[in-house]
């Protein structure tokens, strides 16, 4: 299954896909976390034509569509430049999203995912890639198995999100 996974780097003509997979995955994997399952907040800040124009825009920002043969069924965004912790911009790179469609989790599409992200680190000289997940759920261990470590306490960005579910860990994998 894994060798029919497929990286599609987003164009605008690919914008509407791009943000019904990612709201439909973040609804599946995120509602939780927001008071009445309402993740407008987010989805306005991550979903829309124009938070994607503007990304495209941003040089260090790097958008993908996933797709598993045909069938687009995840979303991927990094930020190729990103200081963080005692790692100046040259040498981190910062994965902002991986989200995958619940149907097709358990396909081998995140393990792919982070291996195609930590080649484009390894092609940009880069020492260390950091992400960050929630604490509770099934992602951290997924990250930890792919030799992540954490490295700080965070938590969601967002005021209404439920104040028990912010907590979020930064983690680093070095290469």
Do not use: C
Not at 7 to 34: M, N, R
Not at 147 to 164: D, H, M, W
Request: hydrophobic share 35%; aromatic share 12%; net charge negative.
């Amino acid at each position: 299954m894994e060798n029919n996974i497929q990286f599609v780097p987003l164009k605008p003509e690919l914008y509407s896909t791009y943000i019904e997979i990612g709201t439909k995955a973040y609804d599946q994997h995120y509602k939780h976390l927001w008071p009445k399952g309402d993740t407008t907040t987010y989805i306005k800040n991550s979903f829309t034509k124009e938070v994607l124009l503007n990304e495209e825009k941003d040089e260090d920002t790097v958008l993908y569509l996933i797709k598993l043969n045909s069938e687009h069924v995840g979303i991927l965004k990094f930020t190729l430049h990103k200081q963080l912790q005692d790692y100046n911009k040259a040498d981190a790179l910062y994965l902002d999203k991986i989200y995958i469609l619940n149907e097709f989790s358990g396909k081998g599409i995140g393990s792919k995912s982070l291996k195609f992200v930590e080649q484009i680190a390894t092609d940009h000289s880069k020492k260390a890639i950091f992400l960050e997940s929630m604490q509770k759920g099934l992602a951290l261990p997924f990250y930890l198995s792919h030799s992540f470590t954490i490295v700080a306490n965070t938590q969601v960005p967002f005021n209404n999100v439920i104040e028990e579910e912010k907590p979020m860990y930064l983690l680093r994998k070095d290469i």
